[in-house]
């Protein structure tokens, strides 16, 4: 069993900053961050293994940085130049191989 414990978000004004934080309970081979807007399907924001294959969404590259300290079991989200489309719940995700784990999720609300 993986424990995932989430902070920051919070609301900001477009072209503002936020950070996300997650603590997993164990060392995990991948790390994301996804996202899920009412109504919509959870996507992927951006994910980052161990040895350092990294994704991002199209939507979000450029603006957001994922990054990690192994040691400590963390996974950040650095999101710059938000934008109001950019509003939703996101959730921290631990991938160990053999099933997914799931932050209980904090809500991101940029306004205009």
């Known amino acids: 069993q993986v424990r995932l414990q989430e902070s920051g978000g919070g609301s900001v004004q477009a072209g503002g900053s936020l950070r996300l934080s997650c603590s997993a309970s164990s060392r995990i081979e991948y790390m994301a961050w996804y996202r899920q807007a009412p109504g919509k399907q959870r996507e992927l924001v951006a994910r980052l293994g161990i040895g350092g294959a990294l994704n991002y969404a199209d939507s979000v590259r450029g603006r957001f940085t994922i990054s990690r300290e192994v040691d400590k079991n963390t996974v950040d989200l650095q999101m710059n130049s938000l934008k109001p489309d950019d509003s939703c719940v996101y959730f921290c995700?631990?991938?160990?191989?053999?099933?997914?784990?799931w932050g209980q999720g904090t809500q991101v609300t940029v306004s205009q």
């Open positions: 995700n631990a991938d160990p191989g053999w099933k997914d784990y």
